[in-house]
């Protein structure tokens, strides 16, 4: 048994043994768990894909006059003024002011609120219009300029959904091409799409939130972050393996960290042709090996990962609940699936090979001492369904 003041003393004194999700498997296999888990301190976690569920609030500070924003665009983005004076939120899915979306489908979506997050990271020059209907102490109706990340009071990223434990395999059983957020799907089963870094995953690696909970420290793109919520769908209430590790999509995180500590590389808006715009962010989470079935847990490889392959002509619009199969995520990322007795070539929307260098960064800063784990203050919920939007006439 570890407690966190125990391993954060050994992170200060630069002593800790460190490891990503990906090595600690092979350790474990040589030392044994109980060798293992006295000797290792932390095992580091990762991902890198589209968490459309993104955001961030800025504040721009007052005009001279004064102007209230009520409507605001970011590079002709438009950002929600439902707040404070001088506050806004952009969201990562908010397609550009005149794209015709899918008016002449598939539709491109060139630019969006994920490609305006980029930038501003990135420190480039945003142009910002913001309208007002005038106030007496707010009088100015009208203001066009330019600005970087900083020129800004702050930029907070505030995130209500990201890491997905476990999620969907698409494919189309239909007999023409679709378009979807997890990319084309050519027809009669041709393709299948999946977006999880697997046995890199972190709610994969802490399947009953047994250390990932409120306030838990994280690597938000480079930043220091924390989980500040459960994130929203979070519905824990699944079908799990023998191992605690669900057979769906189940728990989520809430986060949020300070987007001027960001580093470029690990946010990048994406164009989903057909569908949308999103952002792709890099985000690490530690986990601390406060004892053995905390570890063992931590040591989940791909091949024990199953995730469910759904139709994403008819079953997943309509909500059909019908799973096609389940398939292992080793089996998704050879490159291909069976699915009712036909060969399915897949293809990732995320990136492995990203995730693994978040946690390898993430590994470094822990080793170094610059990086302390927290302790949750709250658990995620354990237990909870996900509820549907009802259409009711009254």
Request: with cysteine.
């Amino acid at each position: 048994m570890k407690t966190y003041d125990e391993i954060n003393a050994k992170i200060e004194r630069r002593q800790a043994v460190v490891m990503s999700a990906e090595e600690i498997i092979g350790y474990v296999e040589r030392k044994g768990l109980a060798a293992a888990a006295a000797e290792v301190d932390v095992v580091t976690t990762a991902t890198f894909g589209a968490m459309c569920s993104s955001g961030c609030f800025l504040n721009f500070g007052h005009a001279k006059p004064r102007l209230r924003m009520t409507q605001a665009w970011i590079d002709d983005v438009e950002a929600y003024c439902g707040i404070a004076a001088v506050d806004v939120y952009l969201g990562a899915t908010q397609i550009r002011r005149g794209d015709p979306a899918n008016l002449y489908y598939p539709g491109e979506f060139r630019y969006g609120g994920g490609h305006a997050i980029e930038r501003l990271v990135a420190g480039e020059r945003l142009e910002l219009h913001a309208q007002s209907y005038g106030t007496d102490d707010y009088p100015q109706r009208e203001l066009r300029t330019w600005f970087t990340i900083k020129d800004l009071n702050q930029a907070i990223r505030v995130n209500p959904r990201n890491c997905y434990q476990n999620y969907n395999v698409a494919v189309n059983a239909s007999d023409r091409t679709i378009h979807t957020y997890l990319g084309v799907l050519g027809p009669n089963l041709r393709n299948a799409g999946y977006s999880s870094a697997g046995q890199l995953s972190p709610l994969l690696n802490d399947p009953l939130y047994e250390t990932i909970g409120i306030g838990t420290s994280v690597w938000l793109a480079g930043a220091r972050g924390i989980v500040h919520a459960e994130g929203t769908q979070h519905a824990p209430t699944v079908e799990r393996g023998a191992n605690d590790v669900p057979t769906e999509g189940a728990g989520t995180l809430g986060l949020t960290a300070d987007m001027k500590a960001m580093r470029p590389r690990f946010v990048r808006g994406l164009s989903l042709v057909g569908y949308g715009v999103s952002l792709a962010l890099g985000i690490g989470i530690p986990i601390p090996v406060l004892n053995e079935r905390v570890l063992a847990h931590a040591t989940v490889r791909d091949r024990e990962i199953l995730a469910p392959v759904i139709d994403y002509s008819g079953d997943y619009p309509n909500r059909t609940g019908k799973v096609l199969a389940r398939v292992s995520y080793e089996q998704l990322s050879s490159g291909e699936i069976e699915v009712q007795g036909r060969k399915v070539e897949a293809a990732a929307l995320s990136s492995y090979a990203m995730a693994l260098e978040v946690a390898n960064l993430l590994a470094d800063e822990i080793r170094r001492g610059e990086f302390l784990l927290s302790p949750p203050s709250r658990p995620l919920p354990r237990e909870g369904t996900f509820k549907p939007l009802v259409a009711r006439k009254r």
